[in-house]
């Protein structure tokens, strides 16, 4: 660094030639090179200072920003992911209307072997087999020597057969986690469960995915793990579930049935209280499908739900309900007929006939074909069409259930004069019992439409309008003349003026044109109690048929009706309805 | 007078320090306690779920109805019927109690 000397000597000799001291040149310059000192040494304290202040303002900016992130963030407990690893991966629960439970899951484990690392392969065999005698010895021995390095044994083990195989010491059979999905109710409402299976199985775990019915159609809901294992609320009850199996599979060995159905809907919410389908199955031990024939010989198939089928004269009602509703007829108009008539050029006929002459009422009551199929022509077909079609009987009905939405009606391709007139008596257009039970409960809840659901509701969900509150009213009366004196007088149960309309289709011949009279679909379309409705019951019966005094008995009236009685006098109760004697009867009471 | 400063600052820094330590293990120690809880409930949980299936096992309508019916005899349980409801009107307390006399 170049000094600048304090005293230069041409500065000296300037002053001293002006007679002046040559000292204050010095002073001077030293004063300068403080000044000079001082300011550098000021700049460097300011750059300091301005870095510590840098320095301070980031760990203050730091702490602000944690703080922030504290203050903003939820307040948690916790180690909380620790305990909640197993709820996690739990599938939620299904439970019914009153929180009993129908679907849970247990954790267990699964076995599996590595036969690289099997000490003594013959004594492990022969140990297996002891706990586990369904595993083939010779098999399993030539699996165990194979030079595989993994080897399923058992999908699920009991924690007594677990500590078995811990027993037999060998390091080559392993355990898996597993978690099952168990049904403490075993076959009870196994078709609207439905069943799960396991997915993606490997040695730390598998996936429990939903086979069919409600485990299904909600798969995703159930495994959603944000739910928090919140549970499934279904619209069942277990106890009316429980009482209406127990009774149809009563009638169904009575009547020496090959199948049957039965459905308990709210007529106001659409909620499908019980629905039952027979046979049924163990959901802990789920059938394998059907690999080969007819699928409703398989006790998987949903009567109620995929079973579509001619149901016959209960279909009466609708048309004797559009009749009416269009103000053509009331129920007390005359009609008159013959046994067989000619009408809209198709010949129609009674088995009994009632004629010659009978009130629109009658004509349900007594079941009246002739005096239907002259209803159905006083109506039409666009009337007719656009009526069925807006009580749902056109298209899948919108219950939760993979199976009910795939499940679509038969309907004629070209609406005919034929199609109009048999259709209006019940043939040529076949539905399931599910699409019954809405469209009954459509007309006598006061004639709106309701949709079907399987998921517990807290309010009424009446749909758009399809008859009027009087013809509604109407239908409800003529419905209670069947019971009380028509044909289905063994549906009556007393207190709770049961209404309702029989039907028995006879089933289409297999593999030939025609109708097979031997083979029926009887069916029971029911309402209660008929002055307020709250429930509608519809019990159907595949091929049903006993005999009193060597004659063989299969219409409704004889087959549902009185099965559909004993379910009313069980269920209602526990329904928590009151019997109540009806204005014009009179309860002995003691 | 800065000796006083330096021994005050000194003595600050160290409390501080120990009282930092001791808050951190005993936060260790919290910590430590709260898992050995979570897994004792996560077990717990585990153990409850396993009785709520047994408990909805033992419940099931089947073994109920089936329990009523063996001990018919001594219980005389049958399903619940229509004709089993009344109203308290239509019951004549009067002849129960001169019955009971």
């Not at chain 1, 730091?62 to 620790?82: D, G, K, N, Y």
């Not at chain 1, 999905?181 to 996936?207: K, Q």
């Not at chain 2, 000194?10 to 120990?18: I, K, P, R, Y």
């Amino acid at each position: 660094m170049v000094r600048i000397p304090l005293r230069p000597l041409a500065q000296i000799l300037y002053f001293r030639g002006k007679g002046l001291d040559p000292d204050i040149v010095e002073r001077h310059n030293i004063s300068k090179r403080h000044s000079s000192i001082e300011d550098q040494n000021w700049q460097r304290s300011e750059s300091r200072l301005f870095f510590m202040g840098l320095l301070f303002l980031i760990g203050f900016s730091l702490i602000c920003v944690r703080m922030t992130v504290l203050a903003s963030s939820q307040t948690a407990e916790p180690f909380s992911e620790f305990s909640s690893v197993k709820a996690i991966t739990q599938r939620s629960n299904i439970i019914d209307r009153n929180g009993n439970i129908l679907a849970t899951n247990l954790f267990t484990n699964a076995l599996y072997a590595n036969p690289k690392i099997i000490l003594q392969p013959n004594r492990a065999v022969k140990e297996l087999v002891r706990i586990f005698p369904e595993l083939s010895e010779s098999r399993l021995l030539t699996e165990l020597t194979s030079d595989k390095s993994f080897l399923w044994l058992k999908k699920k083990i009991s924690p007594e057969q677990q500590q078995a195989v811990h027993d037999i010491g060998e390091p080559g059979l392993l355990f898996g986690h597993r978690e099952l999905r168990v049904y403490p109710n075993g076959s009870l409402a196994s078709h609207i469960l439905g069943g799960a299976g396991f997915n993606n199985e490997s040695a730390v775990g598998a996936d429990i995915v939903g086979r069919a019915g409600v485990e299904a159609s909600f798969d995703q809901f159930l495994r959603d793990p944000s739910r928090h294992g919140e549970p499934l609320q279904l619209s069942i009850d277990l106890s009316i579930q429980a009482a209406t199996e127990r009774v149809l599979a009563g009638g169904m060995d009575l009547l020496g049935a090959k199948g049957a159905s039965s459905i308990v809907m709210d007529v106001k919410t659409g909620e499908v209280i019980s629905m039952v389908s027979l046979p049924n199955f163990d959901l802990n031990r789920r059938p394998g499908v059907l690999k080969s024939g007819d699928p409703s010989n398989s006790p998987l198939f949903n009567r109620a739900v995929q079973g579509v089928y001619e149901l016959g004269s209960t279909f009466k009602t609708f048309t004797a309900a559009k009749a009416l509703d269009l103000e053509l007829v009331n129920p007390e108009t005359v009609i008159d007929f013959e046994r067989k008539m000619i009408i809209s050029g198709v010949t129609v006929r009674d088995e009994h006939y009632a004629g010659p002459s009978l009130t629109v009422a009658d004509i349900i009551s007594k079941s009246s074909n002739v005096g239907t199929a002259i209803l159905a022509s006083k109506v039409g077909i666009e009337n007719q069409k656009s009526f069925l079609e807006s009580l749902g009987l056109f298209h899948p009905t919108t219950l939760e259930m993979t199976e009910a939405r795939n499940i679509k009606p038969l309907i004629p391709a070209k609406w005919t004069d034929m199609s109009m007139i048999t259709i209006s008596y019940g043939y040529g257009l076949s539905v399931s019992p599910l699409h019954l039970a809405v469209a009954y409960s459509s007309l006598v809840n006061g004639g709106n439409k309701v949709e079907p659901t399987i998921l517990k509701k807290t309010t009424e969900s009446l749909g758009s309008r399809v008859i009027s509150e009087t013809t509604s009213h109407q239908i409800r009366k003529i419905l209670r003349s069947v019971v009380r004196d028509g044909t289905a007088t063994l549906g009556e149960v007393e207190g709770y003026s049961v209404g309702g309309k029989t039907g028995t289709a006879e089933k289409q011949k297999i593999g030939a044109a025609g109708y097979d009279d031997d083979r029926v679909v009887s069916t029971f379309a029911s309402f209660f109690p008929s002055n307020d409705p709250r429930y509608v019951l519809v019990v159907s019966f595949d091929e049903p048929s006993y005999r009193i005094e060597k004659e063989s008995k299969r219409t409704a009236g004889w087959t549902a009706a009185p099965v559909a009685a004993e379910i009313i006098r069980r269920i209602a109760p526990l329904l928590n309805l009151w019997p109540t004697p009806e204005d014009n009867e009179t309860v002995q009471l003691k | 007078m800065r000796l006083l400063a330096y021994v005050f600052s000194v003595t600050f820094v160290m409390l501080t320090g120990f009282w930092a330590n001791y808050e951190n293990v005993k936060t260790l120690e919290v910590s430590q306690s709260i898992k050995k809880t979570q897994a004792e409930m996560s077990d717990v949980k585990e153990t409850l779920n396993v009785l709520t299936v047994e408990w909805a096992y033992l419940n099931r309508p089947e073994r109920l109805q089936n329990l009523a019916n063996l001990n018919y005899k001594s219980l005389g349980l049958l399903p619940i019927s229509s004709n089993q409801m009344k109203s308290i009107s239509s019951i004549d307390f009067e002849a129960i109690r001169v019955s009971l006399k």
